[in-house]
C-alpha cells in the first residue's frame, strides 16, 4: 500500500509517541506519586533498656542496608525507611508496638530484637496481622519453629537447636563432663533447656544439675552453691546481660579453687556488659558463642564494606572492634538485604506475597554468608551451626574469637 | 452545842463541794490523758497497718517471680492468676482480702484476686519518670496503693502492683480498738475521715478529747479520741456522794459504839462503892469485893480485898501472944546456954535456968535484981565494965571469961552480950548469952599439943604428907609435899588430887593408878609406887609415893586415904646410871659380837669356795705330788682357818644368845659309834687306846640337841686325843633318872685321857676363850673350843668341869639334864665325807647337769667327777630335754632360773614323757621359800637342795635315789689337825735361830710378819741347807701357824737393828 503518504506515516508516529509518551508520564506521574511515600521497615527491639546496644546495631545494620539500597534507587522505585519503636524488653510492649507498627500502611516487614521472649508474645498476632517478621539476633528456637502455617517469620541468627549443642561440644571439647545448667525462667532459656540436655546425652555427658532464674534476680549464689553440691565442673549459662553481671560478680566472690568455669549463650554480650563487671570478669573464665566478629569475619571483603559504610554513618567509631553487639549489625544488614530482594521479586508492598517472595530466593551473598538459598519453604533460619564461633571479652572489653577448637 | 452546830455544818458542806470539785477536775485530767494515750495507740497501730500494706505491695513488685510473669508468657497465662487469687491484704479482718492486682505498663489488669477494672491513671503514672516508686491515695473510695515493677533495668517502669481497700476495708484497717470512745482517724494522702462505730454524735462541749497530731505527708493526720464528759460526770457523781454517804455511817456507827463502851465500863464502880459503904460501916470486915469489869477495876478492887486482909491479919488475940510468951519461956529454960538480959548496967532482967544454974540461985530469985548480990566483986568489976562497954557504945561484944560456977569450980565462958536499942540509938536493954567452952578450950590444947608432935615427926623424916578424900577428889598436901616439887603450898593452893594429878609423869600416873586399884579392892596392904613429879625447874624428880586407906564407906568403898612423898630423885638416878653403864657394856659386848658374826660370815662364802674347789683339786690325781703338796697346804690352810672363824662364829652366836638350844629325838647309841668311828684311825695310829663305857640300859632315842652335845664331844675327844702321846682314852656315860620326874634323866659324860695333864693355875682360865696355855699353844688349835663347849653345855642346862693333874691327865666331865624321847625316829646323818667313787662293782651311772651360767655347771660336774659317773652338761631346759630324749641319764640336776626353758617346764615334760619319767630330778635352786619348794614338786622333781649346797649333801641326795653305795677316802686330817707334826711340842730357842746367817733371819722375820706362807716355804730349803734341825723345827712350827714362836727365837738384835 503506496497509498500511506509520509504526511500520515507522520501523524501516526506523532500520535503514537505522544500516546507511549502519555502513558509513561502517567506511569511515571504515578511512581512519583508514590514515589514520595517511602516503604517503611519496622524495627520493634529494645532500644533504652539493659539490651539497648543490642538494639542500636540491629537498628544501624539495617539503616546501612537501607542506605544502600536507596542509594540503588530503592525498591520498586521507592526508597526504604525505617520505624523504629522501643519495647524495652517489655513483650507487653512489644505487643502494642507491633500492633501499632502493623497499622501503618506501606510497612512491609517488622525487624526484631534481641529479646526471645518478646518474639514470642508477639508471634500470634505476627501471624493474625500476617506480616512478616524478620528476626537479627533473638535465637529461641520456637521463635522460628512456630508451628505456625504459613510462617511469616524468617530469621538470620543463631538457632538455640544448634547453639544449645554447640555450647556442649564446646564443653565437650574441653574436657567437661558434668555440666551445670543455669538458665533464664523463660521460653529462651526453656528452649536451650531442651537443646542442651539432648546435646549432653548424646554425648555421654552429665547434667549434674540446671538451675533456673527469673529475670531481675539479685543473688546467684544459692544456685552457684547448688551446682557445685552437684558436682558441676562447668556452667552452661543462658542469660541476659543483667544476670550475667550477677552470675560474674557471685562467681568471683567464691575462693579460686571453688570457681567453675562458664560457657555462655550471647544473651550477655547484648547490653553493657564486660564494662559492668570489670573487676570480676577477670576473675572468671567466660566464653560465650558469636556469630560475626571483626576480628574474624566470614567474608573479610565484606566485612571491610560493612565496616566502611558504618564509619561513613557513625563516624564516631574509629575502631571496628569497639562496635558493640556486632552479630546484631551483620545480621540486620543482611536481613534487609533479603528483604528487599524479596519485595523485588514480589514486585508488590503485599505482606503475604513478600513472605513467599522470601522463601524463594536463590541467592545472596551476605556479610554472614553466601546464602543459597537463604530460606526455604521448610527452613527459615538462614544460618547453620557453621556461623557460631566461641568468644570472650579481652582487657578492652572486646568481643574476641576463642582461638582452637 | 446547839450554838456551833449551823456553822459546822456550813464549813463541812464548804468543804464537801470543795473537795468534789477538785475530785472532778482530776477526774477529768485523767480521762483526757487516758484518751490521749489512746489516741497515741491507735494512731501508731494504723500507721503500722497502713506501712504493712505498703511494704506489702513494695514486696511484691520487687518479687523476681512476679517480674518474671510480666516477661513470660506461659508463667503470665498459667502461674500468675492462681498466685494472685491467694493473695490478701495484710492487716484486714478475716472474711476481707481487699483487692490485689498487677497491671502492665499502660495499666491493663494481668492478674488480680478479685475482678478489677483496668486503671489508665496507673498508665500515666507510669509513663513518668518522676512519678516515684510508690503511689498512696485515700479517699472517699477507699485506700489505692502503687507501687512500679521495674523490669530489665533498674528504675524502668514496665508495670505496677496495685492494692485497693474499699471504704469498708479501709475503715476496717483502722485500728479503733473496740473502744467505747469515739475515734476519729483523719488520714493522710487525701484526708479521708474515719469514725468508729455507730456513735450518736454528741455536742462538742460535752466531749473530752485525746487529740495526736500525724507529720504532714504521713499516712495518718490525726487521731481524735473523745469520750463523753457527763458520762465520766456521773461516774464521779455517784462513786462521790457514795463515799460521803459511807463515811457518815461509819462516824455514827463509831460514836454509838463508843457511847455504849464508856457506860459499859463505868458500871462496876457502882458496885465497888456500894460494898466499900458497907465495910466502912463496919459491918463485916469480911466482906472481900468481886469485881466484874475491865481490868484496871479488877486491880483495885484486889488491892482493896489484900488491905481487908491486912487488917484481919492483925488483930488476932490475945491469947495467942500469951501463948507464943508461954513457949518461949520453956524454950528459954530448957537451952543449956545461959541467957539473961539485963536491963541496966548492974540489973538483971529475966534470966533462963541455965544461968539461974550457973548463978546457984534459982530464976525468980535473980529476975530483975542487981547483979551485985549475986557475983563476988571481981567478977562484978569484970561484968560491970563489959557491960558498961554495951550500954554505952550500943555495940555487942564477945569475950571470954573464967568464972566460978557454984560448985566453985572455974569455968571458962564464952559471953557474947548484945544491945536491943531505941529506935532514937539508946539501949533498951542486953540480952547476953554464954557457953562454957571449959572442956573444949582443953580438947584444943590436946589436939595441938598432938599436931606439933606430928609436924615434928613429919618434919624430920622430910616426908610430903597427903591426905585423899577418895570420894569427893578433896586433898590436903603439907608444905614439904609441895616443896618437893619447888613450889609452895601456897602457890599450888587450892589443892585436889587433881593437884597431883597434874603433876605425875602420865606414864606413872598409870601405875600409880593400877596399884591403888589393886589396894582398894584389897589386893595390897599398903599402897607403894615410885612416880616422877614436874618440877617447877622443869625436870622430873623421882618421889616415893606411899599410903593406905584409913576410912572406908559404910559400903565398902575407900574414903579416906593419906600417905607420904619421899624425895628419891638421887637414888633413882644412881640406879639409872648403874643400869646404863651394865646396857652399854652389854650392847658393846654385842656389837662385838656382831660384828665379828658379820664379818666372819662374810669370810666364810668364799672360803667355802676355796675350799670346795681346793678339795676337788686334791683329788685330782694329774698332779704331781709337789703341787698335791701344796694343794695339801691350801686345803689344810683353809679348814684351819675355817675352823677359827666357825669357833669365831659359833662363840659370838652363844655370846649374843643366838644359839637356840634344839630339842629332838635322837639315838646317842649312834651319836657314840659316829664318835668312835671317826677318832678310830687317829686312835690307831698314835697307838692309843680307847675306851667307851655306856650303861646297859639306855633309852633309844633322847631328846636333846644332838648336833651341839656332838659339837661338844668333838671338842673334848678331839682335845684328848690331839694331847695325849701314850696311853688310853675313856668316854665314860652315865644316865641316871630323876627320882621325881620320871622322864627326866641327868646325862654324864667324861672324857678322861692319860695326857700331859693341866698345871693348876691354868685350870682356872681353862674355860676362857682364847686362852691356850703353854702346851697348847705348841700343839695348835683356835683357842676356843673349850669356851665354846662349856657355853654350850650351860646353855643346855648343865655343867662342865675339869680335874687334871700335870702329868698324870686330865678328865673332863659335863652333866646335862635330858628326857627320854618318844618314838623311834630315824634320823639320817649325812656322812660329812665326800666319797672318791662308787663302790666297785656298781654300774657307771649318767648324770645330766643343767644350769645356763657357766659357773654353776663346773662348780657342779668338778664335784661329781668321781669315777662312775658320766656327766653331761645342758645350758637350758630344751637341750635337757634333748639330751634326756637320747642320752638317758639316770639323774639330772636341773636349776630351775634358765633361759628358753625354765627348770619347771623342764621337769614337768621330763616327768610327762614316758620315757624319760623315770629320771630321778633333783631341782636346784638360789630361792627356798615354802611356795618355791611346792612349785618344784608340784612339777614333778624328785628332791631339791638348795644353793649354796654341800658337796656331801649332792652326793648323798644321788645316793638315795639312785641307791648308790660309795667309796670314801682314808679319814686325813679330820678336825683338829691330827697330823703327827702338830702332836710333838717343839721349841725354838734363839740358840737355834743364832745359827743361821743374820740375812737369813731377817728375810725370816719379814716373810712371818706378814704371814707369807709360800715364801717361808721357800725359804725352807736354804734353811736346811745350814741347818737341818733347825729347819724342820721352824718347818713345824709354820705348819701350826705358830708365827710367834719363831719370831721370839729370832735374836733381839737382829730386831734392834730393824728397828734403827
Not at chain 1, 133 to 156: C, E, K, M, S
Not at chain 2, 280 to 295: M, T
Not at chain 2, 832 to 853: M, T, W, Y
Amino acid at each position: 500500500m503506496n497509498r500511506v503518504q509520509l504526511s500520515d506515516r507522520w501523524l501516526i508516529t506523532v500520535i503514537a509517541v505522544a500516546v507511549w509518551l502519555a502513558m509513561t508520564i502517567c506511569y511515571t506521574g504515578s511512581v512519583s506519586a508514590d514515589d514520595v511515600r517511602p516503604i517503611l521497615i519496622g524495627l520493634d527491639a529494645d532500644m533504652s533498656s539493659a539490651s539497648a546496644q543490642s538494639g542500636q546495631s540491629i537498628s544501624r545494620g539495617a539503616r546501612i542496608a537501607l542506605e544502600e539500597i536507596n542509594a540503588r534507587g530503592g525498591v520498586l522505585g521507592r526508597s526504604l525507611s525505617l520505624v523504629v519503636t522501643d519495647h524495652r524488653g517489655n513483650p507487653l510492649r512489644g505487643r502494642d508496638n507491633m500492633a501499632d507498627l502493623a497499622a501503618m500502611p506501606d510497612l512491609v516487614a517488622i525487624l526484631g530484637g534481641l529479646h526471645t521472649p518478646v518474639a514470642l508474645e508477639v508471634l500470634p498476632l505476627v501471624h493474625e496481622i500476617g506480616v512478616p517478621y524478620l528476626i537479627p539476633w533473638a535465637a529461641g528456637t520456637p521463635v522460628v519453629h512456630n508451628g505456625y502455617d504459613p510462617n511469616f517469620v524468617f530469621r538470620v541468627s543463631v538457632c538455640d537447636q544448634f547453639a544449645g549443642d554447640f555450647l556442649v561440644q564446646a564443653a565437650f571439647d574441653s574436657g567437661f563432663g558434668r555440666a551445670g545448667l543455669l538458665l533464664e525462667n523463660t521460653g529462651w532459656g526453656r528452649s536451650n533447656s531442651e537443646a542442651m540436655t539432648g546435646a549432653i546425652d548424646s554425648r555421654n555427658m552429665e547434667t549434674a544439675s540446671v538451675q533456673w532464674f527469673n529475670w531481675g534476680v539479685t543473688d546467684l549464689s544459692p544456685a552457684l552453691a547448688a551446682m557445685q553440691k552437684a558436682g558441676a565442673d562447668v556452667v552452661l549459662l543462658v542469660a541476659n546481660p543483667p544476670e550475667g553481671q550477677v552470675l560474674v560478680k557471685a562467681m568471683a566472690s567464691l575462693p579460686p579453687e571453688d570457681r567453675l568455669p562458664i560457657i555462655s549463650h550471647w544473651g550477655i554480650t547484648g547490653g553493657k556488659f564486660a564494662s559492668q563487671v570489670k573487676d570480676d570478669l577477670g576473675q572468671v573464665s567466660l566464653m560465650f558463642l558469636q556469630t560475626f566478629n571483626f576480628a574474624a569475619p566470614p567474608f573479610p571483603d565484606r566485612a571491610d564494606d560493612l565496616f566502611r559504610a558504618y564509619q561513613r554513618l557513625y563516624p564516631e567509631v574509629e575502631n571496628r572492634m569497639d562496635i558493640p553487639a556486632a552479630p546484631g549489625l551483620a545480621h540486620a544488614y543482611d536481613l534487609v538485604h533479603l528483604l528487599a530482594k524479596a519485595i523485588e521479586t514480589a514486585g508488590s508492598t503485599d505482606r503475604a506475597a513478600i513472605r513467599d517472595a522470601l522463601e524463594t530466593i536463590d541467592c545472596h551473598a551476605g556479610v554472614m554468608a553466601d546464602y543459597q538459598p537463604p530460606f526455604t519453604p521448610d527452613r527459615h533460619d538462614a544460618l547453620g551451626p557453621a556461623s557460631l564461633i566461641v568468644a570472650r571479652y579481652n582487657y578492652r572489653g572486646q568481643v574476641v574469637p576463642v582461638h582452637s577448637w | 452545842m446547839v450554838r456551833i452546830f449551823p456553822p459546822l455544818l456550813i464549813l463541812v458542806l464548804v468543804f464537801i463541794g470543795l473537795a468534789y470539785h477538785q475530785h472532778a477536775r482530776y477526774q477529768m485530767k485523767m480521762e483526757t490523758q487516758r484518751l490521749h494515750a489512746d489516741a497515741e495507740r491507735i494512731f501508731q497501730s494504723t500507721t503500722e497497718r497502713l506501712e504493712d500494706l505498703s511494704r506489702q505491695a513494695a514486696y511484691l513488685a520487687k518479687n523476681d517471680f512476679i517480674i518474671g510473669s510480666l516477661i513470660d508468657a506461659r508463667f503470665r497465662n498459667e502461674v500468675l492468676p492462681v498466685f494472685f487469687q491467694s493473695l490478701k491484704a495484710h492487716g484486714l479482718p478475716v472474711d476481707m482480702t481487699g483487692t490485689i492486682a498487677l497491671l502492665d505498663y499502660k495499666g491493663r489488669v494481668i492478674a488480680a484476686n478479685h475482678p478489677m477494672e483496668d486503671m489508665p491513671a496507673v498508665g500515666a503514672w507510669l509513663d513518668d519518670p518522676e512519678g516515684g516508686e510508690e503511689r498512696r491515695q485515700i479517699d472517699e473510695t477507699g485506700l489505692t496503693l502503687i507501687s512500679a515493677v521495674a523490669i530489665y533495668r533498674p528504675g524502668s517502669r514496665e508495670g505496677a502492683v496495685v492494692i485497693r481497700l474499699s471504704a469498708f476495708e479501709t475503715a476496717a484497717l483502722m485500728d479503733f480498738s473496740h473502744l467505747k470512745d469515739g475515734v476519729s482517724i483523719t488520714t493522710g494522702y487525701g484526708s479521708q475521715v474515719f469514725h468508729s462505730s455507730s456513735h450518736e454524735p454528741l455536742p462538742a462541749q460535752r466531749l473530752i478529747r485525746g487529740r495526736i497530731q500525724g507529720n504532714p505527708g504521713g499516712w495518718i493526720q490525726e487521731v481524735v479520741v473523745s469520750s463523753d464528759q457527763h458520762r465520766i460526770l456521773s461516774i464521779l457523781r455517784r462513786s462521790f456522794f457514795m463515799d460521803l454517804g459511807v463515811m457518815t455511817g461509819a462516824m455514827t456507827l463509831l460514836a454509838i459504839l463508843l457511847f455504849l463502851v464508856v457506860k459499859k465500863a463505868v458500871s462496876p464502880l457502882e458496885g465497888m462503892a456500894l460494898s466499900l459503904k458497907r465495910i466502912v460501916g463496919h459491918e463485916d470486915l469480911s466482906i472481900r469485893l468481886n469485881v466484874n469489869g475491865p481490868a484496871e477495876m479488877q486491880h483495885l478492887s484486889n488491892h482493896i480485898n489484900q488491905m481487908l486482909d491486912r487488917l484481919g491479919a492483925s488483930t488476932r488475940s490475945v491469947e495467942e501472944l500469951q501463948t507464943a510468951a508461954q513457949n518461949q519461956r520453956i524454950l528459954l529454960d530448957n537451952i543449956p546456954v545461959q541467957i539473961w538480959y539485963l536491963k541496966t548496967i548492974d540489973t538483971y532482967g529475966a534470966v533462963n535456968r541455965a544461968h539461974a544454974d550457973f548463978m546457984g540461985k534459982r530464976p525468980e530469985n535473980l529476975a530483975y535484981k542487981c547483979l551485985n548480990e549475986f557475983l563476988p566483986p571481981d567478977e562484978a568489976a569484970i561484968c560491970k565494965t563489959g557491960d558498961q562497954e554495951v550500954f554505952e557504945t550500943g555495940e555487942a561484944i564477945v569475950s571470954e571469961e573464967w568464972l566460978l560456977d557454984s560448985a566453985g569450980e572455974d569455968r571458962l565462958l564464952s559471953i557474947t552480950k548484945t544491945p536491943r536499942l531505941h529506935r532514937d540509938g539508946s539501949v533498951e536493954f542486953v540480952v547476953c548469952s554464954a557457953v562454957d567452952i571449959t572442956e573444949q578450950r582443953q580438947m584444943e590444947i590436946d589436939l595441938k599439943t598432938e599436931r606439933s608432935r606430928l609436924e615434928a615427926i613429919i618434919t624430920g623424916t622430910r616426908a610430903g604428907t597427903w591426905e585423899w578424900n577418895v570420894q569427893t577428889g578433896e586433898a590436903v598436901f603439907n608444905e614439904r609435899w609441895a616443896e618437893i616439887i619447888g613450889y609452895t603450898l601456897e602457890e599450888l593452893n587450892p589443892v585436889s588430887i587433881e593437884t597431883w594429878q597434874k603433876f605425875v609423869h602420865p606414864d606413872d600416873l598409870a601405875q600409880s593408878g593400877a596399884l591403888l586399884e589393886r589396894h582398894f579392892n584389897g589386893k595390897l596392904d599398903y599402897y607403894q609406887a615410885e612416880c616422877r613429879m614436874k618440877h617447877r625447874g622443869g625436870y622430873w624428880v623421882w618421889v616415893l609415893d606411899r599410903g593406905r586407906v584409913s576410912t572406908w564407906t559404910d559400903d565398902g568403898r575407900p574414903l579416906m586415904m593419906s600417905g607420904t612423898h619421899l624425895d628419891i630423885t638421887e637414888s633413882k638416878i644412881a640406879e639409872e646410871s648403874l643400869k646404863k653403864a651394865r646396857d652399854e657394856a652389854d650392847s658393846a659386848n654385842r656389837a662385838k659380837s656382831v660384828f665379828l658374826a658379820s664379818m666372819s660370815h662374810e669370810i666364810r662364802t668364799p672360803l667355802s669356795a676355796i675350799l670346795g674347789f681346793g678339795d676337788i683339786l686334791g683329788r685330782d690325781a694329774s698332779l704331781s705330788p709337789a703341787q698335791m703338796d701344796k694343794v695339801k697346804t691350801i686345803n689344810r690352810s683353809g679348814r684351819h682357818l675355817l675352823k677359827l672363824i666357825n669357833d669365831i662364829l659359833d662363840m659370838s652366836r652363844i655370846e649374843s644368845g643366838r644359839v637356840t638350844i634344839e630339842t629332838a629325838g635322837f639315838s646317842l647309841k649312834r651319836l657314840l659309834d659316829n664318835l668312835e668311828s671317826m677318832f678310830c684311825l687317829t686312835v690307831e695310829s698314835k697307838g692309843l687306846q680307847w675306851a667307851l663305857e655306856i650303861p646297859d640300859q639306855m633309852p633309844p632315842l633322847i631328846a636333846g640337841d644332838e648336833a651341839r652335845l656332838r659339837q661338844v664331844l668333838i671338842n673334848l675327844v678331839g682335845n684328848a686325843v690331839k694331847f695325849t702321846t701314850s696311853g688310853k682314852i675313856t668316854v665314860r656315860v652315865h644316865l641316871d633318872a630323876d627320882k621325881e620326874t620320871p622322864d627326866l634323866f641327868c646325862l654324864t659324860m667324861a672324857v678322861a685321857d692319860t695326857g700331859p695333864g693341866i698345871a693348876e693355875s691354868d685350870l682356872v682360865h681353862i674355860f676362857d676363850a682364847f686362852q691356850q696355855c703353854q702346851t697348847t699353844c705348841q700343839i695348835g688349835g683356835t683357842g676356843l673350843g673349850l669356851a665354846i663347849s662349856k657355853r654350850l653345855v650351860e646353855l643346855m642346862g648343865g655343867q662342865i668341869t675339869v680335874n687334871s693333874q700335870e702329868g698324870k691327865g686330865s678328865c673332863f666331865q659335863f652333866s646335862l639334864p635330858v628326857k627320854a624321847a618318844a618314838g623311834s625316829m630315824e634320823t639320817q646323818t649325812i656322812p660329812s665325807q665326800i666319797p672318791v667313787g662308787l663302790a666297785p662293782g656298781s654300774d657307771p651311772k649318767r648324770i645330766l647337769v643343767v644350769d645356763d651360767l657357766e659357773v654353776n655347771l663346773d662348780l657342779l660336774t668338778s664335784i661329781l667327777a668321781v669315777p662312775g659317773f658320766e656327766i653331761r652338761i645342758a645350758k637350758n631346759g630344751e637341750q635337757a630335754l634333748e639330751i634326756s630324749a637320747d642320752w638317758a641319764p639316770h639323774a639330772v640336776f636341773m636349776d630351775i632360773r634358765m633361759p628358753v626353758m625354765d627348770g619347771y617346764e623342764a621337769i614337768r615334760r621330763l616327768k610327762a614323757d614316758e620315757a624319760t619319767a623315770g629320771i630321778f630330778i633333783i631341782a636346784i635352786t638360789a630361792v627356798v621359800f615354802e611356795e618355791d619348794v611346792e612349785k618344784i614338786y608340784d612339777a614333778g622333781a624328785d628332791r631339791f637342795i638348795g644353793k649354796p649346797f654341800k658337796a656331801e649333801e649332792i652326793f648323798h641326795m644321788l645316793g638315795d635315789g639312785l641307791g648308790l653305795t660309795y667309796e670314801y677316802p682314808d679319814p686325813e686330817s679330820g678336825d683338829a689337825g691330827t697330823c703327827d707334826t702338830d702332836q710333838k711340842p717343839v721349841t725354838l730357842t734363839e740358840t737355834d735361830m743364832v745359827r743361821l746367817p743374820a740375812a737369813l733371819t731377817q728375810a725370816v722375820q719379814d716373810v712371818l710378819e706378814i704371814g707369807d706362807v709360800y715364801a717361808m716355804e721357800q725359804l725352807g730349803p736354804e734353811i736346811r741347807k745350814i741347818d737341818a734341825g733347825v729347819a724342820e723345827k721352824i718347818r713345824v712350827l709354820v705348819k701350826r701357824y705358830d708365827y710367834d714362836a719363831i719370831l721370839k727365837a729370832i735374836p733381839q738384835r737382829s730386831l734392834e737393828g730393824r728397828r734403827s
